[in-house]
């Protein structure tokens, strides 16, 4: 109904004005809601990224103390079988850790050879010989009982007078070798990948 002094075109135009001031008011409230609603998936998503990032952290620190753990078996037992190449007879070493078991000391195939275990560790992918552990001397695959010091091998420091001659020579020298260079090597399959240890030692009486 309309009042007296109030045109009808008049209050159409006031509803419409308020029609619109509330449609507005909607439009903004929609429109807060959707700046919320993104600031949430945003601040959700960097928290996710921030999560990974951190589990990745903890996998990271986690693999890299088992591969250190591992290494310091690997160096423990290289610096074991040292040991035990240093309490025995000079003489007798070559002959035992060689690769021809028909010149060991207490007979034909009776000395413990090249390699040797170690326990603790995983052997590496493709190990044909089933050790992790190995000990290296100076002799060429086609005569292994053969000690040569005119080898060129500079992980073992030769060529290099073995028998305190004065001479480096292509003779064998099993016999009469004065100075031993030994390299003992461990490999394993680590969380990382193939693990390797090395110690070198020169096993003697000269200098």
């Known amino acids: 109904m309309v009042s007296a002094g109030e045109s009808p075109m008049l209050m159409r135009g006031n509803r419409g004005q308020s029609r619109s001031r509330i449609d507005l008011r909607g439009q903004g409230r929609r429109l807060r809601r959707g700046q919320t609603i993104l600031e949430v998936l945003v601040a959700f998503v960097a928290l996710i990224a921030g999560l990974l990032g951190f589990a990745r952290s903890i996998v990271s620190s986690m693999a890299t103390s088992g591969t250190s753990h591992e290494a310091g078996l690997a160096r423990e037992a290289a610096r074991q079988q040292i040991e035990v190449l240093r309490d025995m007879d000079l003489e007798d070493i070559f002959a035992s850790f060689n690769t021809d078991p028909g010149d060991d000391p207490d007979g034909a195939g009776t000395a413990p050879g090249r390699f040797f275990a170690v326990e603790e560790l995983d052997l590496a992918l493709g190990d044909a010989d089933g050790f992790a552990g190995e000990v290296l001397l100076p002799y060429v695959d086609v005569a292994p009982g053969v000690l040569r010091e005119d080898l060129v091998d500079k992980r073992l420091g030769l060529p290099r007078d073995l028998n ?19 390299l003992v090597r461990v490999e394993w399959r680590s969380t990382a990948g193939t693990g390797r240890v090395e110690l070198r030692t020169m096993l003697g009486n000269l200098r």
């Open 164 to 182: 305190g001659d004065g001479a480096v020579d292509e003779l064998d020298h099993a016999g009469d070798y004065q100075l031993l260079p030994v």
